[in-house]
């Protein structure tokens, strides 16, 4: 994350995506389907390589493929680029969030735990009751400690500050879900 200046003066608080040139690699009724970054061929199962022509190169294919539904006519070996966005476009942003690992309760979904007081000596993060009024099981999506993070996460309403197309950056107001170096897809609205 970084910070930016507008127009006025006023700091807007912005991450700051790299979008390097996606390639259409194929074309289907609805769907493209769309490579990113470059793999050698040799670590590329059979099925993906077929691609590689795409890339004017024959030892190298595209890293990742993903799919998107489109409503917009293109061509197999068209580019997509930071030019796509202006300034101001709503945006909406969907990624894996950061891994956390095991987490109690209180980390997890915000419980408060225990009272400090009248013996509590060791149970003042724990859950409590968990409930089985009468059926004497634990309900299914009951609230406890477990691995936190690492979910799909999609944000809406997110606003472009500012495209270089230079350095093929695009810079958006607020939090982006993920790590640095976290695949990124940004659909515009």
Do not use: W
């Not at 004017?56 to 890293?63: L, N, S, T």
């Not at 489109?70 to 300034?87: H, L, Q, R, W």
């Not at 000596?121 to 409590?128: A, F, M, N, Q, V």
């Amino acid at each position: 994350m970084t910070q930016l200046f507008d127009e006025s003066g006023k700091v807007v608080p912005g991450t700051v995506v790299s979008a390097c040139p996606l390639t259409v690699v194929g074309v289907k009724a609805g769907k493209i389907q769309i490579g990113y970054g470059e793999r050698r061929l040799s670590n590329i199962a059979k099925p993906q390589r077929k691609v590689g022509a795409l890339l004017d190169k024959e030892k190298y294919g595209f890293a990742i493929l993903k799919e998107f539904k489109s409503e917009v006519a293109m061509n197999e070996g068209d580019k997509i680029d930071v030019s796509t966005f202006a300034e101001g476009d709503k945006v909406v942003v969907s990624a894996i969030s950061k891994g956390k690992g095991f987490q109690g309760v209180v980390k997890r979904h915000g419980f408060e735990g225990g009272r400090r007081s009248h013996g509590q000596k060791h149970s003042e993060r724990e859950p409590g009751s968990i409930g089985a009024g009468g059926k004497q099981r634990v309900f299914p999506g009951m609230r406890m400690a477990g691995r936190m993070g690492g979910d799909r996460v999609t944000l809406k309403n997110l606003t472009v500050a500012r495209v270089d197309k230079e350095n093929n950056q695009i810079f958006i107001r607020g939090a982006v879900p993920g790590r640095k170096g976290t695949l990124v897809e940004i659909i515009a609205k």
